[in-house]
């Protein structure tokens, strides 16, 4: 594992630029790409989210973009300079329309939402009969290949994010997998191995040991990603992802190569 794609600043909800190009070197890398959420999206229930939890990226890229260009003098880290955008099918357009204004050195699309409703809060799912419960693991799989065959991100960020939740966990099976890896198989973008809740309440690596075997059935690539939001988490996830790595005997690949 030379470069981790995946981490987060204050131009989101991570930390300091400084402090995460700093832990990069700390664990060993080479590179680290700064890929800060953002939302691009008209729907009123979006702007409001965006109003709350401040992910204007869309309005501060420039100015990160200066930044990256200072840190990039003063460290042998190289410094790419990303987005992690929240993907649904219907705000497709604009995002595909920031995307090229933007240009970034590469994109990872997620998708955060089901039903309306981020998917990491369990509560607004726990009172829904299992049916609906398996609707909504659906349609989240769907918004997931509408994402990959849009073709406008290099990667796929935590593919089975459903997993994360306690109220939507163990619904995903092998007929979603399919599904996915038979649109990756297919597409440019790949999917990451993601750290983001390997050392906390998850305790597992996104994806699934069952869908990793999937892909790999259908020769789909993967790239890798700690999804670290403090420097910590940088040099703690880079050594399990390692592991993770050469246990499966996987060899990932850039951004830069899909």
């Given at each position: 594992?030379?470069?981790?794609?995946?981490?987060?600043?204050?131009?989101?909800?991570?930390?300091?630029?400084?402090?995460?190009?700093?832990?990069?070197?700390?664990?060993?890398?080479?590179g680290i790409g700064l890929?800060?959420?953002?939302?691009?999206?008209?729907?009123?229930?979006?702007?409001?989210?965006?109003?709350?939890?401040?992910?204007?990226?869309d309005l501060t890229y420039?100015?990160?973009?200066?930044?990256?260009?200072?840190?990039?003098?003063?460290?042998?880290?190289?410094?790419?300079?990303?987005?992690?955008?929240?993907?649904?099918?219907?705000?497709?357009?604009?995002?595909?329309?920031?995307?090229?204004?933007?240009?970034?050195?590469?994109?990872?699309?997620?998708?955060?939402?089901?039903?309306?409703?981020?998917?990491?809060?369990?509560?607004?799912?726990?009172?829904?009969?299992?049916?609906?419960?398996r609707a909504a693991v659906?349609?989240?799989?769907?918004?997931?290949?509408?994402?990959?065959?849009?073709?406008?991100?290099?990667?796929?960020?935590?593919?089975?994010?459903?997993?994360?939740?306690?109220?939507?966990?163990?619904?995903?099976?092998?007929?979603?997998?399919?599904?996915?890896?038979?649109?990756?198989?297919?597409?440019?973008?790949?999917?990451?191995?993601?750290?983001?809740?390997?050392?906390?309440?998850?305790?597992?690596?996104?994806?699934?040991?069952?869908?990793?075997?999937?892909?790999?059935?259908?020769?789909?690539?993967?790239?890798?990603?700690?999804?670290?939001?403090?420097?910590?988490?940088?040099?703690?996830?880079?050594?399990?992802?390692?592991?993770?790595?050469?246990?499966?005997?996987?060899?990932?690949?850039?951004?830069?190569?899909?």
């Amino acid at each position: 594992m030379r470069a981790d794609f995946h981490a987060h600043t204050t131009y989101s909800d991570g930390s300091f630029l400084d402090w995460m190009v700093g832990a990069a070197a700390d664990a060993g890398l080479s590179g680290i790409g700064l890929a800060d959420h953002c939302n691009v999206s008209d729907r009123p229930a979006m702007r409001a989210h965006k109003l709350r939890y401040g992910y204007n990226l869309d309005l501060t890229y420039e100015r990160r973009r200066e930044a990256i260009e200072t840190a990039r003098g003063e460290t042998d880290v190289e410094i790419y300079d990303a987005v992690e955008v929240d993907y649904h099918p219907t705000d497709q357009a604009d995002i595909a329309d920031f995307l090229a204004e933007a240009g970034f050195d590469y994109a990872i699309g997620s998708v955060h939402e089901v039903d309306g409703v981020n998917v990491h809060f369990p509560e607004p799912f726990r009172d829904r009969s299992g049916g609906e419960r398996r609707a909504a693991v659906d349609g989240y799989f769907e918004d997931l290949a509408a994402l990959v065959r849009s073709e406008l991100f290099e990667i796929a960020a935590h593919p089975d994010i459903v997993e994360r939740n306690e109220a939507l966990r163990g619904i995903a099976g092998e007929d979603h997998y399919r599904r996915l890896a038979a649109a990756f198989a297919d597409s440019r973008t790949v999917p990451e191995i993601n750290a983001g809740r390997v050392t906390a309440d998850y305790g597992r690596f996104h994806p699934c040991e069952a869908f990793l075997d999937v892909l790999a059935e259908y020769d789909v690539r993967v790239t890798v990603g700690t999804d670290a939001h403090a420097p910590q988490e940088v040099r703690d996830r880079v050594p399990l992802l390692r592991e993770q790595l050469a246990d499966r005997g996987l060899d990932p690949v850039s951004p830069f190569d899909v």
